[in-house]
């Protein structure tokens, strides 16, 4: 079956503009959560969305946001983007939310440029 | 606050080597523990292991559990140069899950 698919791959913007990212899980899974990794920071947890419901969030302002539709494809904006958002935005789907166990599947991640 | 710790941060070796890569964390409401391989771009799943299941074997790859030290390692036997990538290991809760960051492992023929 298809894996994770981000778009777009890349993507170039300037402080102050807002971007949307994009996510279409794995057909039948119904969470897909948002990390970005960064070389200083690693893989950090940005949120979780489980039908169409943000579930858990990690700790980043609220200029992250996120939504999931009922066909359980995803996006993720940020707003007034600073130059410290420049990062790799990967989104990963699994049957549930891995507290419950199960393993996730990563997409090939955005990589988001700040100028 | 919460914490995932690798050691060591990079790792040289040759061709058919064994190596062991250290993983603790401290994560209120533990579940589970998760190794990733990062080669390119997207983390590709290795091993989950959690209370029920402390050990995990697949080929050359095996992990193993501590719950008491609250720690992991992941042991790759006869290394071969595509293992070469970064090895992710995670700790979720119910809420979050918190990334260490990562050792560069580098497979020399």
């Known amino acids: 079956k298809a894996g994770v698919t981000q778009t777009p791959r890349y993507l170039i913007k300037t402080r102050g503009q807002q971007v949307t990212l994009s996510c279409s899980p794995i057909?039948?899974?119904?969470?897909v959560s948002w990390y970005q990794q960064t070389p200083g920071q690693g893989l950090q947890f940005l949120f979780e969305?489980?039908?169409?419901?943000?579930?858990n969030k990690g700790n980043f302002p609220g200029r992250f946001s996120g939504r999931q539709f009922s066909n359980s494809r995803s996006e993720m904006n940020v707003s007034t983007l600073e130059l410290g958002d420049s990062a790799l935005y990967l989104c990963a789907s699994s049957l549930e939310w891995y507290g419950s166990y199960n393993e996730q599947f990563f997409g090939p991640g955005t990589r988001l440029t700040v100028l | 606050e919460d914490k995932v710790v690798q050691s060591p941060l990079s790792l040289v070796v040759h061709e058919g080597d064994t190596v062991t890569l250290n993983c603790s964390y401290e994560?209120?409401?533990?579940?589970?523990l998760l190794w990733y391989k990062q080669e390119k771009k997207a983390p590709t799943f290795l091993f989950m292991l959690?209370?029920?299941?402390i050990e995990k074997k697949s080929g050359r790859l095996s992990s193993i559990l501590d719950k008491k030290e609250l720690s992991s390692i992941l042991n790759i036997t006869a290394t071969q140069t595509g293992d070469s990538a970064i090895y992710l290991c995670?700790?979720?809760?119910?809420?979050?899950?918190?990334f260490g960051a990562g050792t560069r492992l580098t497979v020399k023929p």
């Open positions: 995670a700790a979720s809760s119910p809420h979050d899950m918190r």
């Open positions: 969305y489980f039908s169409e419901t943000q579930r």
């Open positions: 994560v209120t409401n533990f579940r589970s």
């Open positions: 959690t209370s029920s299941g």
């Open positions: 057909s039948g899974h119904r969470s």
